[in-house]
């Protein structure tokens, strides 16, 4: 920092030019954030200094979270489930993991373990660390499913959970959340289904999964505003089925104006409470339902392109997301290729495969040009 303050007009300067070294999302194809609708970035700088954490100086702050809740509750099957707005996926994995492990400790247990998909986000690898727990990874079936009989070998005495995922990181698939519900319904588990993508794309699309609060065994559910909700970073959002697992996070706060914080953080955003809120009104589940359809239109169009030069999905997609299939040689080269050429992609671990999320900012012109580029980059000799 310089003794001096410097004029405003150079700090704008200044800002403009770092702005322009930062990627567009116009030919970002490897990302799970999109730009935020403007009724969105219009709520959260009008509410830019308020904070969640101290929710009694900022009722009507608090009030939008409340209603954010409810919404989103509503929409997964329970009107009335208890959460926060936390700051995106890591978090409420975490949280919702720490809610059970907690309550089991209260109990007595020690040396607790919960059961994840091969394919959960490596969310999980932090949640091991951070809450002392082992966590297991199942395998997959051929659709990169979470394989059921995996699940059931893994349990034992101190599996307190089983993770379930409704639209994986890197393929968009959905686990068999209705069979792990009544899996965890025989032994008395905790089921959690991290929706952080799939949580506001599901709903939305023509075929029918059960993955919600609709099923008895689902305890807690996470789905991020700030991935396909338009809304602004960070916004995730946790919900539980009973308020008394939002209770197990529960830590008093003796000098604020609320008895006790259930978050992991301490100050929070209530900007994007508000921008998460604004945007949920305004488009509704129409305009939400508008959006992903419009996603899956480019996604189909995508994946019928890519086989027209030869290249085959992974698994025919069930969401935005697409895998295709390459040489295990030749995935670095395309992304590579694809890299120099301006394209953002990324590449899967098992099976390797190009990985592209056709999110809101992907226009059907940006598909067919980078279906040209990739025609020529598999084709070069
Ligand atoms: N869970 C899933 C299924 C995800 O896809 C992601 C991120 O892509 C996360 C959790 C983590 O979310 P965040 O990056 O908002 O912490």
Not at 106 to 116: A, F, W, Y
Not at 251 to 263: A, I, M, R
Not at 265 to 277: D, I, L, N, P, V
Not at 308 to 329: D, H, Y
Request: with cysteine; aromatic share 6%.
């Amino acid at each position: 920092m310089e003794e001096g303050g410097m004029s405003k007009e150079a700090v704008e300067s200044l800002l403009q030019e770092k702005k322009l070294e930062d990627l567009s999302y116009e030919r970002i194809l490897s990302s799970m954030c999109t730009y935020p609708h403007e009724i969105a970035v219009y709520a959260h700088a009008m509410f830019l200094e308020s904070n969640l954490g101290d929710s009694g100086l900022f009722p009507g702050t608090k009030e939008m979270e409340n209603k954010v809740i409810r919404m989103i509750g509503a929409l997964l099957g329970k009107e009335d489930a208890a959460g926060y707005i936390s700051t995106g996926g890591t978090e409420s994995n975490i949280q919702a993991i720490r809610a059970i492990r907690n309550r089991k400790r209260k109990e007595g247990l020690r040396d607790m373990n919960i059961i994840v998909p091969e394919s959960a986000h490596f969310s999980f690898d932090k949640i091991a660390d951070l809450l002392s727990i082992e966590v297991r990874k199942a395998s997959l079936d051929e659709e990169l499913r979470m394989d059921v009989n995996s699940v059931e070998r893994l349990i034992d005495d101190q599996t307190i959970g089983v993770v379930g995922i409704a639209g994986t990181t890197e393929f968009g698939q959905i686990d068999p959340i209705k069979e792990l519900s009544e899996i965890i319904m025989e032994r008395d588990l905790f089921l959690f289904v991290d929706a952080a993508f799939g949580g506001f794309v599901i709903p939305f699309l023509e075929e029918r999964y059960e993955f919600d609060f609709s099923l008895e065994g689902v305890r807690a559910i996470s789905v991020d505003p700030h991935k396909m909700g338009m809304s602004t970073i960070p916004a995730g959002c946790l919900l539980f089925s009973e308020e008394s697992y939002l209770e197990e996070l529960a830590v008093p706060t003796p000098y604020l104006t609320t008895k006790e914080q259930c978050s992991l953080t301490g100050t929070r955003s209530g900007a994007s409470a508000a921008a998460t809120y604004a945007v949920l009104k305004y488009l509704g589940r129409e305009g939400l339902k508008r959006i992903v359809g419009e996603c899956m239109r480019l996604t189909r169009i995508l994946v019928s392109g890519a086989k027209q030069i030869g290249i085959s999905p992974v698994i025919e997609p069930v969401m935005n997301v697409v895998a295709l299939r390459f040489p295990e040689t030749e995935v670095g080269r395309v992304t590579r290729a694809l890299g120099e050429r301006r394209w953002r992609v990324s590449v899967t671990r098992k099976p390797k495969a190009l990985r592209l999320v056709i999110m809101p900012h992907v226009d059907e012109e940006t598909i067919h040009l980078f279906l040209e580029e990739l025609e020529d980059i598999v084709y070069v000799v």
